[in-house]
């Protein structure tokens, strides 16, 4: 089935898009939770209509992501954890400690769900690559670090 994305949704797609998905996908989740539309000839002539009309301001906001991107290739994140002598942590790094972190030395706010760490969560002191989704354009690698305390 043929739906317009209201929302972006992880491994989905983005707000705008066109995307097709199974039946029940859409039925009972994505229609409910206000999430999309059916993509009917309707809706798309609407949907070109809005997206002409918001140009500008996607323009602005790729160039604000793209600015973003620019400081982040620029930073490390350094994560202070308990480990054993072996170097296995207690718990596990995720994307919302590494969202924390960027937030608590750097100053700078993302969304946990645009961050993508390896694996899902680390559990080894060591350096790492986070990916950050900042637009559906523009996506940067970011070095996160994971020191025992």
Do not use: C, W
């Not at 989740?29 to 002539?45: D, Q, R, W």
């Not at 596990?92 to 390896?118: C, F, G, W």
């Amino acid at each position: 089935m043929e739906i317009i994305l209201k929302e972006d949704i992880a491994k989905l797609g983005y707000a705008d898009e066109i995307v097709n998905v199974k039946n029940g996908y859409a039925r009972n989740y994505l229609f409910p939770n206000k999430l999309a539309i059916p993509a009917t000839e309707s809706n798309k002539k609407v949907l070109a209509e809005n997206l002409r009309q918001r140009s500008r301001k996607l323009a602005k906001i790729k160039s604000d992501a793209e600015e973003l991107a620019k400081l982040l290739g620029n930073i490390t994140v350094k994560v202070n954890v308990k480990a054993t002598e072996e170097g296995t942590i207690y718990g596990s790094i995720t994307n919302a400690v590494v969202a924390e972190a960027l937030q608590n030395d750097h100053n700078i706010t993302i969304d946990r769900k645009k961050i993508e760490v390896n694996g899902q969560h680390i559990k080894t002191v060591g350096s790492y690559k986070a990916m950050v989704n900042l637009h559906k354009d523009v996506h940067v690698e970011l070095p996160v670090e994971v020191v025992a305390e």
